[in-house]
């Protein structure tokens, strides 16, 4: 089975400049979720998608970063316009079903941001 | 709010010797529990999870963690150290029935020692 693809992987901007971050979840999972992981902290939740509908986005900071499902399958994450403190690692994970904190996570490789 | 604290941002042990890396949480009500491991480039993967039942938690890779109400604790243990341990371990916790988010510690860098 393959698992939760992110693209791309390593990505270096300016600050104020824009950027998009992609990730196909494992195929047939129903929930998706985007974390940033800034260095030397734990994952922290962004936002979650159960197919393409948005349960939780309590976390993401809507004046610049934004987030769609379209279809349901994968997703777009941007950050419009970047800031230094927006350097961390976006990862994408997927689960099979609710989104149930219970249901096991299937996280993707991350796409490392560096904002200069 | 609930939360977890991991005592020792880089834990070292010897090859073969025992894996301690300690978790305690803070929450209102019964937690779930969960600990994920990160191996350099990739994200994390599952290792175990408490959801109330046996306090006593197997994973992969011969961990397993104990659940400690009375100590708020829910330390990681390996009875012999292997090199492929090395890696980040994320503790986590969620409170079912509540907002259901999975809140993670900052992690623990484990290194083995030859």
């Known amino acids: 089975e393959a698992g939760v693809a992110q693209s791309p992987r390593y990505k270096i901007i300016e600050k104020r400049q824009s950027v998009a971050f992609w990730c196909n979840p494992i195929?047939?999972?129903?929930?998706l979720y985007w974390y940033q992981q800034i260095l030397g902290q734990g994952p922290k939740l962004l936002i979650q998608f159960q197919n393409n509908g948005v349960v939780d986005d309590s976390q993401l900071p809507k004046d610049r970063f934004s987030a769609e499902r379209l279809k349901g399958v994968d997703s777009t994450l941007k950050i419009q316009p970047a800031k230094l403190e927006d350097s961390a690692v976006y990862l994408c994970?997927?689960?099979?079903?609710?989104?149930?904190?219970?249901?096991?996570?299937?996280f993707g490789p991350g796409t490392r941001l560096t904002v200069l | 709010a609930q939360s977890v604290t991991q005592l020792g941002s880089h834990v070292s042990v010897s090859e073969g010797a025992l894996v301690l890396l300690r978790c305690n949480y803070s929450?209102?009500?019964?937690?779930?529990l969960f600990w994920y491991v990160q191996y350099p480039n990739q994200g994390l993967q599952l290792l175990l999870k408490y959801t109330s039942a046996a306090t006593l938690v197997k994973g992969i890779n011969g961990f397993e963690a104990e659940f400690k109400k009375s100590e708020t604790s829910f330390h990681l243990t390996k009875p012999s150290a292997h090199m492929s341990d090395a890696a980040e371990y994320f503790c986590a916790v969620s409170d079912w029935g509540r907002d259901d988010k999975i809140i993670f510690g900052k992690g623990t860098r484990l290194h083995i020692l030859p």
């Open positions: 929450s209102s009500v019964p937690p779930y």
């Open positions: 994970a997927s689960s099979v079903s609710s989104g149930a904190s219970t249901d096991t996570q299937y």
């Open positions: 195929s047939g999972h129903a929930t």
